[in-house]
């Protein structure tokens, strides 16, 4: 079992991400590799997609070329008149269908699966807030805690710049879990690529997907939605450790994160009409005798 480290800024991790980080590489192109099944799926789906897509692509353009080059005015001078065929309309109505039913089978077979937890074996809230996620562990006593980036001038060594929170989301390998997602103020998106999850967090709503870390290791991901002056500076780290790891962090992160007063915002709003009723109570109106053009600027 790893040794679980309070870190420099007090926050609780374990052990260096050093090793295990698994940010995109420099340069890179193409997919992370996947973590969880759902993105295992994702990969598999794109890989059914390229070949189909690029056949679609390459015979079009053929045609094209070709056509211009048949019929142009100088090697074509007598338009042929011929307005049917019935043989060419059955095949170019059936292809794309038939196409179209390929892809589509597996599609949705892949929105279903990545759209809910089957026996979720634990439950993670995601909260998005301008511009911090906040995340609460309902399983565990209400263990609750935000996540904020952590500026340049404190980053560390071995760590990586707009992606790195002062607390980790802590989570079990092998173990199915069901992430809900909303917002306090405006739309966020809870996204880890490797995870294959995209999904936003809308206030007045709670989304739902999940799941099932296959590897331990560091995850990175940011907000997915534009939401404001900030938005590109609220990462979301998920460390995936072992059960054991797992069961110790819970119990230093509930002694931790006791001493924080439950902030209002990791109350999601249960209704829209809430939603903005406090969105509006938080907004700093200009003084009423501002001229229109200044509004704006606002
Ligand atoms: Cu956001």
Redesign the pocket.
Known sequence: MRAIALSAAGSLTTGSGTVLAQPAKPWQTGFPEAATPVMRDVLAFNDLLHPIISGIFIFVLILLFYTLYRFSAKRNPEPSTTTHNTLVEVVWTMVPVMILIVIAIPSFKLLYFQDRAVDPEMTIKAI?NQ?YWTYEYPDYDGLTFDALMIADEDIGEDQFRLLETDNRVVVPVDTSIQVLVTASDVI?AWTIPAFGIKIDAVPGRMNETWFKAEREGVFYGQ?S?L?GAY?GF?PITVEVVSKDAFAAWVVKAQEEFALNDAPATTVAPSSALEGCTRLRARLVLPPADTPRTLIFAF
Do not use: L, S
């Open positions: 998005g511009w966020h907000c939605e939401c938005h609220m």
